[in-house]
């Protein structure tokens, strides 16, 4: 049912909040995962920003391999360039060139990497950004890493340095850039983080990374492996449900009360949302297209778009 069909109406501001919210949504795969579909149009609509992992021993050929397949099927193909995996100038510059050469690429995520100790020069995306080798080869469009439950790998005070580093950096340059967190479960710690660093002068737009459908065990299971400390608090809390560990969780009432915010807030740095596919991009997918295209309605505290 579209949302012109259902008991909520477009002209509702809560219906149209979330609408805008999940509205140019963006996902990711593995090139791992990548060689299992057959054909992205099968789950996505042409023209879907699909970021592209570089992780930890992996080979970024396998990146720029997977960025070209989902050019040449119709998607917008963005590669993650990891700091700490990039061995030398040599390696970047040619795993830039090759991904514009070869596959198009005009929008990048750039972050430290989950390596302890850096292969090369490269310890964090602050160092990645001033080589200008992005804008050398007209990468314009440039995701950062945002933080808000803290890293593992960094201070506080070095992320703070950080994000006023790259804040300097948007405003002297003619990059477009823009922050993607890690995946979040609730919304009131990062609505008081997108406060916090709006106090401290951050003006670059922020998508929330928000996990796809899953189970519960499987959201847990992934926010143990990435260190999201409040998270792994707030989803052992729901376990005590012993019938939720198996069912299917949604992001919906997490996307509600952001999109209650940015509706409410005009000074609110959410721009949008990434979507981490953790329990399968098929699903995922259904849900985060039928959600942006106003096929739900509203529950008590979420939304139902009956899939």
């Given at each position: 049912?579209?949302?012109?069909?259902?008991?909520?109406?477009?002209?509702?501001?809560?219906?149209?909040?979330?609408?805008?919210?999940?509205?140019?949504f963006?996902?990711?795969?593995?090139p791992?995962?990548?060689?299992?579909?057959?054909?992205?149009?099968?789950?996505?609509?042409?023209g879907?920003?699909?970021?592209?992992?570089?992780?930890?021993?992996?080979?970024?050929?396998?990146?720029i391999?997977?960025?070209?397949?989902?050019?040449?099927?119709?998607?917008?193909?963005?590669?993650?360039?990891?700091?700490?995996?990039?061995?030398?100038?040599?390696m970047?510059?040619?795993?830039?060139?090759?991904?514009?050469?070869?596959?198009?690429?005009?929008?990048?995520?750039?972050?430290?990497?989950a390596?302890?100790?850096?292969?090369?020069?490269?310890?964090?995306?602050?160092?990645?950004?001033?080589?200008?080798?992005?804008?050398?080869?007209?990468?314009?469009?440039?995701?950062?890493?945002?933080?808000?439950?803290?890293?593992?790998?960094?201070?506080?005070?070095?992320?703070?340095?950080?994000?006023?580093?790259?804040?300097g950096?948007?405003n002297?340059?003619?990059?477009?850039?823009?922050?993607?967190?890690?995946?979040?479960?609730?919304?009131s710690?990062?609505?008081?983080?997108?406060?916090?660093?709006?106090?401290?002068?951050?003006?670059?737009?922020?998508?929330?990374?928000?996990?796809?459908?899953?189970?519960?065990?499987?959201?847990?299971?992934?926010?143990?492996?990435?260190?999201v400390?409040?998270?792994?608090?707030?989803?052992?809390?729901?376990?005590?449900?012993?019938?939720?560990?198996?069912?299917?969780?949604?992001?919906?009432?997490?996307?509600?009360?952001?999109a209650?915010y940015?509706?409410?807030?005009?000074?609110?740095?959410?721009?949008?949302?990434?979507?981490y596919?953790?329990?399968?991009l098929?699903?995922?997918?259904?849900?985060?297209?039928?959600?942006?295209d106003?096929?739900?309605?509203?529950?008590?505290?979420?939304?139902?778009?009956?899939?």
């Open positions: 049912m579209s949302v012109l069909q259902s008991s909520q109406t477009l002209v509702t501001p809560e219906v149209q909040g979330i609408v805008n919210l999940m509205s140019n963006t996902v990711e795969t593995t791992a995962s990548a060689a299992k579909v057959d054909n992205f149009a099968s789950i996505l609509r042409l879907t920003t699909v970021y592209i992992t570089f992780l930890p021993g992996s080979d970024y050929n396998d990146t391999a997977t960025a070209k397949r989902l050019r040449e099927e119709g998607f917008e193909p963005a590669p993650h360039f990891a700091a700490r995996s990039i061995t030398d100038r040599a970047l510059q040619d795993y830039i060139a090759r991904a514009t050469g070869e596959a198009g690429v005009d929008h990048v995520l750039t972050i430290a990497g390596l302890k100790e850096p292969l090369g020069p490269y310890s964090d995306s602050t160092k990645l950004l001033e080589t200008g080798l992005f804008d050398k080869y007209g990468i314009k469009t440039i995701g950062v890493a945002g933080h808000p439950e803290g890293s593992p790998d960094m201070s506080e005070k070095s992320i703070s340095d950080a994000l006023t580093w790259k804040n950096f948007a002297r340059t003619n990059a477009n850039l823009h922050i993607v967190t890690q995946f979040v479960f609730e919304s710690p990062i609505i008081a983080w997108d406060k916090a660093l709006r106090a401290e002068g951050n003006t670059i737009p922020i998508k929330i990374g928000i996990p796809g459908i899953a189970k519960l065990q499987t959201l847990i299971k992934y926010a143990v492996m990435c260190g400390g409040n998270s792994i608090n707030f989803l052992k809390k729901q376990s005590v449900n012993v019938t939720k560990l198996v069912a299917q969780q949604q992001p919906d009432r997490l996307v509600r009360e952001l209650f940015k509706s409410t807030d005009k000074d609110c740095g959410i721009d949008g949302v990434h979507m596919p953790l329990g399968g098929l699903k995922s997918a259904e849900w985060a297209f039928a959600t942006s106003g096929s739900f309605d509203l529950t008590q505290k979420g939304f139902d778009t009956s899939i």
